[in-house]
């Protein structure tokens, strides 16, 4: 694995007016009460583990805990927080048009993307892996999905990334959520599901699916989630600061034990604010 140095611009001043993005005049670093000012952040509704609504309404996961600590340190309670579904295909559109303040919502950092947004972080890194039925013995190796139905999600990179680099007959499918893919793999109407790790060890650990699904433990690529918000936002540099804090003081670790221990999920240390692995 390579590593390369991202530039992070540096915090101007501690001391911040109010901007669109929401954030409190204290700049973030303080952690000081809300002033009742709501923000807004993007997620994934539908990624145990990482980012989903529940039917009762909650949200749970490890980007909504992440987002959680980040709001906290620019001045904002938990009450104050409006959630908003962060499809793969609408992020960009989603920063750009000012309809979130940032998103978490297992954000991929890439080139491509960092020409419409930046990016805080990476908080996470991740590996590109696909999920298989668990009694399917005919994908023992990434070169296995060539002529299989491989089933991502529209906006993601995953799949393309398999059928440009590794098989190029696979065949791909795309919905529009991670859950229909899922339904379509128990179904056989797909033979693999692909995205992040960590996003399928969730699935793979919901009690409705125990036993049916595997991971293939193919480490295909490296993604490294950012928190995107808007190109030029004075937030990037604010919630780098918070992502330091949160792996200082432990919280980083008790979220990813939470949200991924009972997947068993070999997570990846915290990584380095700034530095991508590639």
């Not at 491989?150 to 590794?166: E, F, M, P, R, W």
């Amino acid at each position: 694995m390579k590593l390369h140095k991202v530039t992070v611009a540096a915090a101007a001043a501690l001391v911040l007016s109010l901007t669109a993005a929401g954030c409190s005049s204290d700049g973030g670093g303080g952690g000081t009460s809300s002033d009742g000012k709501k923000i807004t952040i993007g997620i994934k509704y539908d990624q145990p583990g990482i980012g989903l609504k529940t039917p009762d309404g909650k949200y749970t996961g490890f980007d909504v805990d992440v987002a959680t600590y980040v709001a906290k340190e620019l001045g904002h309670d938990a009450g104050d927080i409006e959630w908003k579904e962060a499809k793969s295909a609408d992020r960009e559109t989603l920063l750009e048009r000012g309809d979130v303040d940032f998103i978490a919502a297992s954000y991929s950092i890439n080139p491509e993307r960092e020409k419409k947004v930046d990016f805080a972080g990476p908080y996470l890194l991740a590996h590109q892996d696909v999920l298989i039925r668990a009694d399917d013995d005919s994908i023992k190796k990434p070169e296995d999905l060539n002529n299989k139905k491989l089933c991502s999600v529209t906006g993601s990179t995953s799949a393309q990334n398999v059928k440009d680099k590794i098989a190029p007959k696979a065949q791909l499918q795309e919905y529009g959520g991670y859950s229909e893919c899922l339904t379509g793999l128990e179904n056989k109407v797909i033979d693999a599901l692909t995205t992040d790790d960590s996003i399928l060890a969730g699935y793979a650990a919901q009690p409705e699916f125990k036993g049916k699904f595997k991971l293939g433990g193919f480490k295909l690529s490296n993604e490294n989630y950012g928190i995107g918000v808007q190109k030029g936002s004075d937030l990037k540099a604010q919630i780098n600061t918070a992502l330091e804090k949160m792996v200082k003081d432990g919280s980083w670790d008790a979220a990813v034990k939470k949200n991924f221990g009972p997947a068993n999920y070999k997570n990846e240390p915290a990584p380095k604010i700034g530095v991508i692995v590639s």
